[in-house]
């Protein structure tokens, strides 16, 4: 099949009808007007390469490398005064285009510096008992997994990973809640689960499955009642969701991801009613330090107060992070969405096409989001990549016991270059 006429071809299937109930009509409109285009001028990627793995560390646009050398030059010439006069406005004006973004408000957001930073803050520092239950997952990333770990073995809670699926492929939404049903105990304190999982693509159903710990919820007292966590670091930046429509308690996402933010930055969303279950590790600064001076009378503290790590950090990164959320919502997030949906359903049906392929994705967006998982018969994983990157394709494995290869189109990337890939590995045997 050579590219035109797959492209044509998946055209019919793919981009100009409607694809597993989401209508893309218009996205072929906004392709003809060059938008994508001009928002791939934005970013100085090396354009002899196919970039397929910009979801593990991020390019910047042109907005977001403005906001750092901005923020970069006044420091350098005069750091203290800067810091100490701008803190406060900079690091308010993230929080409110970080709760815009997500529809939530600025004191429910804590500034970090990672995913696995952000992890670690939540799950080290819960508020867990001896006797209490975690009820994690098997198809979690090893930062949620070891998090978890540690905040068992400091308070003694113990530690369960349930399966919620067998066969990601064709993995369905029942399938994972009546598994998540099954295996919550009474003693269950906290979920943690994965928006997106970097093993297989797998997107969860974090709504329904909310629901269901809601639903137990009805039955238990506040001491008893089950607090439900999600590291979301792959849906963020890509899926077109609001807290309210995730339904959870806390959301851990790295901003220097599908977001394209400042590398080293990152947020934890805490519901406000769930902001005493989590306990400082790092130490704070701002109000708790004012505080600890006699500067401030003590009292409660917001979860961006009590949970932002203190000491000094690169802060012409975190600032511009207000620019990345910026760049999202001026392009709108549901085209970033269907854009992305609609990169990787053309991806993914060019791979279920080659008879030496098995995708271990599902095919449905509304099971899966911008990361395709698959294995090359007889080739392991990581010589698929190296095969790849001989043909400037920078793919990539998933970082786990059981390794599979990887590609992650995202806005940056043309139907072009996906179909490069598809071809590629169609003749990867040669
Ligand atoms: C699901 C998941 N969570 C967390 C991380 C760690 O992210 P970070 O680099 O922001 O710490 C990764 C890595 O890509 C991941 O795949």
Known sequence: ???????????????????????????????????????????????????????????????????????????????????????VKNDYAVLSAASKYLGAQSNEIALTDSTTMGLSLLYTGFDLKPDDDILSTTHDHYSTEKSLEYAAKGTGATLRHLNLYEDPHQTKVDEVLSNLKKNIVPKTRLVAVTLVHSSTGVKLPIKEMSVVIADINKQRTEADKIYFCVDAVHG??????????????????????????????????????????????????????????????????????????????????????????????????????????????????????????????????????????FEVDGIEAEDVVKK?????????????KKVYARLTPCIINTEEEVVKCIEALENIMS
């Open 1 to 87: 099949m050579n590219r035109r006429n797959f492209i044509s071809k998946s055209s019919k299937t793919i981009g100009f009808g409607t694809i597993m109930g989401a209508n893309l009509n218009h996205l072929t409109d906004s392709i003809k007007g060059g938008e994508w285009e001009a928002i791939r001028n934005e970013f100085l990627l090396d354009r002899s390469k196919i970039q397929m793995s910009q979801f593990l560390l991020a390019s910047h646009p042109s907005k977001v490398r403005n906001a750092i050398n901005h923020h970069r030059k006044y420091l350098d010439d005069n750091p203290v005064e800067y810091y100490e006069s701008n803190f």
């Open 388 to 400: 790849l990157v001989m043909k400037n394709i920078i793919a990539s494995t998933t970082p786990y």
């Open 236 to 373: 963020f930046g890509v899926e077109n969701i609001t807290i309210e429509d995730l339904g959870c308690d806390f959301l851990v996402a790295g901003t220097h991801k599908w977001l394209f933010g400042p590398r080293g930055t990152g947020i934890i969303w805490a519901k406000k009613d769930a902001w005493h279950m989590v306990n400082s590790t790092i130490p704070p600064f701002s109000a708790a330090y004012l505080m600890w001076m006699d500067k401030m009378p003590k009292g409660p503290l917001s979860f961006y107060s009590k949970i932002t790590p203190g000491g000094f950090h690169s802060f012409e990164h975190r600032w511009a992070l207000k620019e990345a959320f910026e760049f999202h919502i001026e392009i709108g997030k549901n085209k970033i969405q269907d854009r992305t949906h609609h990169l990787s359903l053309l991806l993914k049906e060019g791979l279920e096409k080659i008879s030496h392929i098995k995708l271990h994705t599902p095919l449905s967006p509304s099971l899966s989001s911008g990361i395709n998982c």
